[in-house]
């Protein structure tokens, strides 16, 4: 895994999230070490009902 660039969590949050330098996006739950998920792009979901699901 990349260094962090930059980190944004609220302190009450159970899960929190940071951006690596590779721009991936981090999410993870801070009380489950094992429950993280690394993803390299977005779905704007916002398309996705507009347009429905690809086939």
Do not use: H, K
């Not at 962090?4 to 330098?21: I, L, V, Y």
């Not at 801070?30 to 507009?50: G, M, P």
């Amino acid at each position: 895994m990349s260094e962090t660039q930059r980190r944004s969590e609220r302190a009450d949050a159970q899960c929190g999230t940071f951006e690596t330098t590779d721009g991936d996006l981090m999410m993870y739950d801070r009380e489950n070490a094992n429950a993280w998920i690394q993803a390299s792009y977005a779905i704007d979901f916002e398309d996705v009902r507009a347009t429905g699901p690809a086939e």
